[in-house]
Nanobody, 115 residues
Framework: QVQLVESGGGLVQPGGSLRLSCAAS????????MGWYRQAPGKQRELVAF???????NYADSVKGRFTISRDDVKKTVYLQMDSLKPEDTAVYYC?????????WGQGTQVTVSS
């Protein structure tokens, strides 16, 4: 059974850092594009960052220079390093794995940036 399990969320002060992890129980994980999305109350889910199977990355303009996505296909884990966090980053962060005809989501992890 496919499972994506996020961890690493929590409460941090503005300017602080967190590293999110997503453990993916996927076969042939190297074939998947892996991404992080987030959803704040009253807002639609938005793409934060993704890393393709070829290690090409992309970021939302709002997080460029602050967040870094990476993947370890041996460990079947994708990471999101978040630095210089802002209150606007507060949201539930979801891990996503996608390939042709497949699209999987984790249950999410809460990130709250507040003083």
């Amino acid at each position: 059974q496919v499972q994506l399990v996020e961890s690493g969320g929590g409460l941090v002060q503005p300017g602080g850092s967190l590293r999110l992890s997503c453990a993916a129980s996927l076969n042939y994980v190297k074939l998947y594009d892996m991404g992080w999305y987030r959803q704040a109350p009253g807002k639609q889910r938005e793409l934060v960052a993704f890393v393709r199977s070829g290690n090409i990355t992309n970021y939302a303009d709002s997080v460029k220079g602050r967040f870094t996505i990476s993947r370890d296909d041996v460990k079947k884990t994708v990471y999101l390093q978040m630095d210089s966090l802002k209150p606007e980053d507060t949201a539930v962060y979801y891990c996503n794995a996608a390939r042709e005809n497949f699209n999987y989501w984790g249950q999410g992890t809460q990130v709250t940036v507040s003083s």
